[in-house]
């Protein structure tokens, strides 16, 4: 990892460590046998209402994102308190609106997702990045484990904001529907 994040950093075009970090992300969080176990378990005890697939999905994208703006942190330096505070708050905000089980979910599936893959394949590719363009390893190179921790919190509370609004939008039309049923009982009842 460490090898592959210097040699990123140190090419001409060093947007590639976000890129290539961005993929990395994704793809280690589909390996991470923790991930599996936790999709399974929500599956089963939603029966199937949030499943694997979705679940795997919305964990994937949040850590890509958060990988992501890890390695931009590496590239540019700027402090992980710009991302980690406004991402907190944006979590805990976003609780008060979701039904409690995706809250549940979602802090459960950011110690899940920064499991022992993740941590020793983003940690040393920051380093060897962070080390590669000169800059501060305490300060640029940790905190990616953080920012996956985090990034969890958002997308399945968000897939919970989704699913509430379409469970909304489906009530509004079976009522509307059997309105539309019962005035067309009305016009076919011949009194």
């Known amino acids: 990892g460490a090898y592959i994040g ?3 950093a140190s090419m001409n075009t060093p947007w590639m460590l976000i890129l ?5 992300g994704y793809f280690i969080v589909r390996a991470e046998p923790a991930v599996y176990v936790l999709n399974k378990q929500v599956s089963d005890m939603t029966d199937g209402n949030i499943s694997e697939k979705a679940m795997g999905t919305a964990l994937s994208v949040g850590v890509a994102f958060s990988v992501g703006i890890g390695m931009l942190r590496v590239l540019t330096g700027i402090s992980i308190l710009y991302f980690l505070i406004p991402g907190y708050a944006i979590a805990l905000g976003i609780s008060f609106f979701v039904p409690r089980i995706y809250t549940a979910i979602a802090f459960d599936s950011g110690g899940v997702a920064s499991g022992p893959m993740t941590a020793a394949s983003l940690v040393p590719l920051a380093q060897g990045a962070c080390q590669a363009i000169g ?3 305490v300060t640029d190179a ?3 484990v ?4 985090m990034t969890p919190l958002i997308t399945i509370q968000f897939m919970g904001l989704l699913a509430q609004h379409r469970k909304k ?3 509004k039309r079976l009522a509307r529907l059997l309105q539309e049923w019962e005035e067309l009982e009305e016009d076919i009842i011949i009194p």
């Not at 953080?146 to 921790?149: F, N």
């Open 142 to 144: 940790f905190g990616i």
């Open 6 to 8: 210097a040699q990123l």
């Open 169 to 171: 939008l489906e009530d």
């Open 135 to 137: 800059g501060n390893m």
């Open 146 to 149: 953080a920012m996956v921790a």
């Open 20 to 24: 290539v970090g961005m993929i990395m």
